[in-house]
């Protein structure tokens, strides 16, 4: 690494097609603010990387992901000074940092939606959807969220990461829908932008975009963070630059919500917030781990943008159940 800090950044990443892409946005966004930087990529191998196709078992996903399987092997690159600030995928960062690290900056929100990708048209969401329609996904708060409002449908088991998954969906005997994250799909440049559908071959596939009041996102979901040392000043007056402060605040109410609830990887749990005229909303959506037939429970609470953590603090006392309309 060169002796000279101040003029060279190396950023760290994971190698897949949406982080190298992300990481892509945090180095132009970095580039634009601090023309005089050099800005070096350094691609790391993480656990979650090597385990993402493996058919693991409730208990051991649980022992990895709780420790950060998509993140930890960057941590050890910042704590090595191998690299200078990590680029995450912010919904792949457990809600409890180790105090040695902190999130300097959050580039500007992707829509946070998920959607429903089929090779058949789905005018009315999840509800289009065959009797006892094979839908793949990894996600215990999808799985929840399907199952709620189709207790007929089959869940499929189904990790990777959006290409992998995507192939999966085309190949033949392949689910009837799948379930993903729309930011992903943006980054990837994989969205058409006269119709929203995506063109695989010569194959389209339809993208039903899931409504987030009703089918709450991960907390994080369509958020890059970037992580680097704790007391590391230079870095976060450099990575200051690119903060987006709404962003920010959105963020920090989710993550803060999570750590109240005591959330861990496998809690079946969706929180959606938005910033309208300085007043913070928020609402959340959590489903009992030992029951899968339970309905979720559900609140809302607002307040004002520059309060995140009373906001999330609020929103955490209101929890009520849901009753299912």
């Known amino acids: 690494m060169s002796p000279d800090p101040l003029s060279t950044l190396y950023l760290g990443t994971r190698g897949s097609d949406l982080?190298?892409?992300?990481?892509?946005?945090?180095?132009?966004?970095l580039k634009r603010a601090h023309p005089h930087v050099k800005i070096f990529r350094k691609i790391i191998r993480t656990t979650g990387d090597r385990r993402s196709e493996?058919?693991?078992?409730?208990?051991?996903?649980?022992?990895?992901?709780?420790?950060?399987?998509?993140?930890?092997?960057?941590?050890?690159?910042?704590?090595?000074?191998?690299?200078?600030?990590?680029?995450?995928?912010?919904?792949?960062v457990?809600?409890?940092?180790?105090?040695a690290f902190v999130l300097a900056a959050f580039l500007p929100r992707a829509p946070v939606h998920d959607v429903v990708l089929s090779l058949l048209p789905l005018s009315q969401g999840v509800a289009s959807l065959p009797s006892e329609a094979r839908v793949g996904t990894a996600s215990v708060r999808r799985k929840r969220q399907l199952l709620w409002e189709r207790p007929d449908l089959q869940i499929v088991e189904m990790r990777g990461n959006v290409p992998?998954?995507?192939?999966?969906?085309?190949?033949?005997?392949?689910?009837?829908?799948?379930?993903?994250?729309?930011?992903?799909?943006?980054?990837?440049?994989?969205?058409?932008?006269?119709d929203g559908h995506l063109l695989r071959g010569d194959r389209t596939v339809h993208c039903t975009g899931l409504d987030p009041a009703r089918y709450?996102?991960?907390?994080?979901?369509g958020a890059v963070a970037l992580e680097i040392r704790t007391g590391d000043e230079r870095l976060e007056r450099i990575l200051s630059a690119v903060d987006h402060l709404e962003t920010r605040r959105r963020v920090l109410l989710e993550r803060r919500f999570l750590q109240?609830?005591?959330a861990g990887c496998l809690t079946p749990v969706g929180v959606y917030t938005a910033v309208e005229?300085?007043?913070?909303?928020?609402s959340a959506q959590v489903f009992r781990e030992d029951d899968d037939s339970a309905s979720p429970v559900c609140a809302t609470a607002e307040g004002p943008a520059n309060s995140p953590e009373?906001?999330?603090?609020?929103?955490?006392?209101?929890?009520?159940?849901?009753?299912?309309?």
């Open 54 to 92: 493996a058919a693991l078992s409730g208990a051991h996903v649980a022992g990895v992901m709780d420790k950060g399987m998509f993140i930890r092997e960057l941590e050890l690159a910042l704590q090595s000074r191998e690299i200078d600030a990590a680029v995450h995928s912010l919904k792949d």
């Open 277 to 282: 005229k300085g007043v913070l909303h928020a």
């Open 310 to 325: 009373e906001v999330a603090g609020e929103l955490f006392s209101r929890l009520q159940p849901l009753t299912r309309s």
């Open 19 to 29: 982080a190298l892409a992300q990481e892509g946005l945090a180095r132009e966004a």
């Open 164 to 194: 992998t998954r995507v192939d999966k969906l085309l190949a033949p005997g392949g689910p009837d829908a799948i379930v993903l994250a729309f930011a992903g799909l943006q980054r990837l440049g994989w969205v058409s932008p006269a």
């Open 260 to 262: 109240l609830l005591e």
């Open 94 to 99: 457990p809600a409890d940092l180790p105090d």
């Open 216 to 221: 709450p996102p991960s907390a994080g979901q």
